[in-house]
């Protein structure tokens, strides 16, 4: 069973940016929304069906996503912007009328969470999301439509839950629930509340805790078709 992490957050609070550190030659990055990383990302180069190489896959379609999470030989899959595999989703379907569409993009989701808590032991994957905060102060996953929400709770469904925090210009994690938001760690993971807004650090304290090696493939990473 893989260990699944999800990281919350507003827009700009640098969700994206804290997997700068990661290895780009051990990491899957499934981005629902195509757009430039927000750091130097000159190794970070875009999957092409045929070739060798490439770290990046844009894609919003979930089956492509669980297929490739399911092939995938790299230990460390971040799937970034995973509201606009729910969002885009839903704008393309616009135009229907009824309840079904909800119930396809609550299942959809549900495949890409499931299938991401259910690979290799070895394999860590990061979904990071924007949150949403309610006229009670009470901040989760942005999720569309109520299946998400009341049927199954995303949150409910992982371990470790992060949510990005700015402070004083210095952007960090939250590891520790406020009381309202939905953050939650195992015990003794993280030595403190806050921890530095690094990816590859909240992944070397993963592999710590459930004794995992953290950067060896698990196989070598081959074409686009073995990511």
Same mark, same amino acid.
């Given at each position: ?67 490739? #999470?399911?092939? !995938?030989? =790299?230990?460390? &899959?971040? /799937? ?11 704008? $393309? ?23 991401? #808590?259910?690979? !290799?032991? =070895?394999?860590? &994957?990061? /979904? ?11 901040? $989760? ?87």
């Amino acid at each position: 069973m893989s260990i699944a992490t999800l990281i919350i957050g507003e827009t700009g609070t640098g969700k994206t940016t804290s997997l700068r550190n990661l290895t780009p030659e051990t990491t899957l990055l499934i981005q629902a929304l195509k757009k430039p990383l927000p750091f130097k990302s000159a190794n970070w180069t875009p999957i092409v069906q045929g070739q060798r190489g490439g770290s990046v896959l844009t894609t919003d379609n979930p089956q492509t996503i669980v297929s490739v #999470m399911k092939k !995938s030989r =790299r230990p460390v &899959v971040v /799937i970034d912007d995973f509201q606009y595999v729910l969002a885009n989703e839903y704008m $393309r379907r616009t135009a229907e009328t009824g309840y079904q569409k909800f119930t396809d993009i609550g299942r959809n989701a549900w495949d890409i969470l499931n299938c991401a #808590m259910s690979l !290799s032991d =070895r394999v860590r &994957v990061y /979904i990071l999301s924007h949150s949403t905060t309610d006229d009670f102060g009470h901040t $989760r996953i942005k999720t569309i439509g109520k299946m998400l929400d009341e049927k199954i709770t995303v949150e409910g469904m992982f371990s470790i839950v992060l949510r990005t925090v700015v402070r004083d210009g210095e952007y960090w994690f939250s590891t520790r629930n406020s009381g309202n938001d939905t953050v939650k760690t195992p015990m003794d993971m993280f030595p403190s509340e806050l921890i530095p807004n690094d990816l590859k650090a909240v992944d070397d304290a993963i592999c710590a805790y459930y004794s995992v090696t953290p950067a060896t493939p698990l196989r070598a990473v081959g074409n686009a078709a073995s990511t």
